[in-house]
């Protein structure tokens, strides 16, 4: 492990402490080893420099809006092999929100959770990606009789 010390005027540190004090931080280092690792991740999103990911997408339509709830349950299953999972919340008599998990190849991901965000309807889309070191290896599990597949592992 490395050491640094930085230097930070008065006003700049009392709010980086109340920040970090707000989000449970024990101390200043693991914080800034989280804005460090926030944004390399960003950067290498951004640059393309990271091959997968995984993405939280989510969004709020009015579920008595058949339309929308079509489009979104439609992409959904366009894309099954980037969506891990999704929740459906209702959070009044007309709103859904809606928070689907999907990994896999950056691009592809980007692309989908772009595409979820625009339908028309959705209101309130957000989109958090996540870049991956993995994995693309061909491997049994212990099941006997199973065939070789692919499938994407993180790295350690």
């Not at 804005?35 to 640059?47: M, P, V, Y």
């Not at 009015?62 to 894309?79: C, F, G, M, N, Y």
């Not at 959070?91 to 991901?109: I, K, N, P, Q, Y």
Request: proline fraction near 4%; glycine fraction near 4%; charge should be negative.
């Amino acid at each position: 492990m490395q050491r640094f010390t930085i230097s930070l005027d008065d006003e700049l540190a009392q709010r980086f402490d109340a920040l970090i004090a707000s989000r449970g931080y024990d101390n200043r280092s693991e914080a800034v080893r989280d804005l460090i690792r926030e944004q390399l991740g960003a950067q290498a999103l951004d640059a393309g420099q990271a091959p997968w990911c995984v993405a939280n997408v989510s969004y709020v339509y009015d579920h008595h809006d058949r339309p929308v709830t079509e489009r979104v349950l439609a992409l959904q299953h366009d894309h099954h092999d980037l969506v891990v999972s999704s929740l459906h919340t209702h959070l009044d008599h007309h709103h859904c929100m809606e928070t689907v998990v999907l990994r896999g190849a950056s691009a592809a991901v980007r692309e989908f959770a772009a595409q979820l965000v625009a339908v028309r309807g959705v209101r309130h889309g957000q989109v958090h990606l996540v870049p991956l070191a993995q994995t693309h290896q061909s491997h049994r599990h212990d099941k006997p009789g199973q065939a070789p597949h692919r499938h994407f592992h993180p790295m350690t």
